[in-house]
């Protein structure tokens, strides 16, 4: 009897021992999913602002056909994503997750308070973007 008491005892330890790993990994793999989706979140605004900025760049230039080419990271916390711009926005999306991050582009106008026609798509894949000024449109590639 005393040797079965021995036994159960190691028995119950174990069981506990791993229901503590258990739940040490959950916890872990729900902070490290919450993680990696507030940094690929911040990374997609860090890529939109800088698209915009450049846009914008490009929107006050007196040159009406011009062209400027920058380079992007690839990856963003290891995902590919899609740029896209057209008259109302200019949409960042992660390819994997669908996470997004948008700017209106509605309000720039040009000097004369006339609006530029925006159109444009591209994937990160490339690690650049060029964009093409061609009179009132720009474009991305």
Known sequence: MKAQSAVFEQVLLFGIAVAIFVAAFGIFQIYEANYESASLMDHTKAVRDMVYNHLV????????????????PKQMSGEYYRILLNNTELRVTSVKTGIAAVSSVSSITTADGGLYTFSGETISSKGEIIFYKRGYNIIID
């Open 57 to 72: 760049e490009l929107t006050v230039t007196d040159k009406l056909n011009a062209s400027l080419t920058i380079r992007i």
